[in-house]
C-alpha cells in the first residue's frame, strides 16, 4: 500500500474538516482475489488507516482513485457497500455448493455474522441477477422428490415450506407436476416395499405396506391406490394369472376415503 496511508491530507479552500473527513491514500489490486482492491483511506484530521476490500465496479462507481476525499455521509456509504459484497462473494460461494431459498442464504449469512442490512443488501443483488429464485427453486425441488427420491407431494409441501418459500410458489411447483407422476412414483415405491412387508395374512402387510407410504407424505388416496397395485400385481404373479381384484375380500376396502375423512398429524420420513 502507498506509503502515504496514515498520513494527513491536505484540505481544499473552502473546505472543512467535519465535512471532508477522509481522503483515499493508497490502492492495490488484491492478489489472491481478481477484480478485487485494497483501498486505503486516512482521516484527515490524522489516525490510523482504514483498508477496504472493494469490488473494480465499486471502484469505477465510486470513482475511487488515490487523493478521492469523502464526506461522512459517503465514507459509511462506502463502509456498507463493503460489506454487502462481503456477504454478496460469501452467498456465491454457498450457491457454488447447491441450491438455496432466499430464507436458507438469509439464516445462514447471518449466522456467520454478517449484520442485517448487509445481508438484506446481498439477497436483493442475488434476486435482481436471478441467482436466488424461490420458484424456480420450488418446481424443480419438488420434481426430483417426487420422481427420483418417490416422496410424496405432502411431504414435498412441508420441506419446501420449511425451507422459507411461499405457499404460492409452493402450490404452484406442485400443480406444475404431471397428474399421474405422483401416482406411479407411489406405485413404484409399494411394489418395491411390498416383499420386505411382513405379516401373516395379507390385509396386515396391506396396512403396514400404507403407513409405510403416508409417512412418506402421499396422499391418502394415492397411498390406498398403490397398496391395491401392489398387493394385486404380487398376487398375480404367485396365482400365474391376470384375474380383477374383489376388494371385499381384502379388507383395504374398509379404508375407503369419504368426503369427511381427514388424515391425522404425522411426522414424515426424511
Known amino acids: 500500500m502507498d506509503e502515504q ?3 494527513k491530507g491536505k484540505l481544499r479552500m473552502g473546505e472543512s474538516r467535519e465535512a471532508v473527513p477522509a481522503v483515499v491514500v493508497g490502492i492495490e489490486a488484491d492478489a489472491r482475489r481478481s477484480s478485487m482492491y485494497r483501498i486505503a483511506i486516512t482521516p484527515e484530521a490524522g489516525g490510523v488507516s482504514e ?3 472493494v469490488h473494480e465496479d465499486t471502484m469505477v462507481a465510486w470513482r475511487l482513485l488515490k487523493g478521492r476525499r469523502l464526506t461522512p455521509r459517503e465514507w459509511e456509504d462506502l463502509r456498507r457497500t463493503e460489506q454487502v459484497e462481503q456477504a454478496y462473494r460469501a452467498a456465491l460461494l454457498l450457491l457454488d455448493r447447491k441450491a438455496r431459498t432466499r430464507k436458507e442464504l438469509e439464516q445462514t449469512l447471518k449466522r456467520k455474522g454478517y449484520e442485517e442490512a448487509a445481508v438484506s443488501g446481498c439477497l436483493d ?11 424456480h427453486y420450488a418446481a424443480r425441488f419438488a420434481e426430483q ?7 410424496g407431494s405432502r411431504l414435498v409441501r412441508q ?7 411461499g405457499k ?5 411447483a406442485l400443480a406444475s407436476l404431471d397428474a399421474g407422476m405422483e401416482r406411479s412414483a407411489a406405485r413404484e415405491l409399494a411394489v ?3 416383499p420386505g412387508i411382513k405379516g401373516e395374512k395379507r390385509r396386515e402387510r396391506e396396512h403396514k405396506l400404507l403407513g409405510v407410504l403416508l409417512r412418506r407424505g402421499y396422499p391418502a388416496s394415492v397411498a390406498m391406490d398403490a397398496v391395491r397395485y401392489a398387493a394385486q400385481r404380487f398376487e398375480d404373479e404367485e396365482r400365474g394369472i391376470s384375474s380383477a381384484w374383489d376388494e371385499d375380500e381384502t379388507g383395504l376396502a374398509e379404508l375407503s376415503l369419504d368426503e369427511s375423512y381427514e388424515e391425522p398429524e404425522r411426522e414424515f420420513d426424511d
Open 5 to 7: 496511508a496514515g498520513k
Open 51 to 53: 483498508v477496504l476490500l
Open 125 to 135: 443483488r442475488l434476486a435482481k441477477h436471478r441467482l436466488i429464485d424461490d420458484a
Open 145 to 151: 422428490k417426487v420422481v427420483s427420491q418417490r416422496k
Open 159 to 165: 420441506q419446501l415450506r420449511s425451507r422459507g418459500v
Open 168 to 172: 404460492q410458489d409452493v402450490d404452484e
Open 192 to 194: 418395491k416395499k411390498w
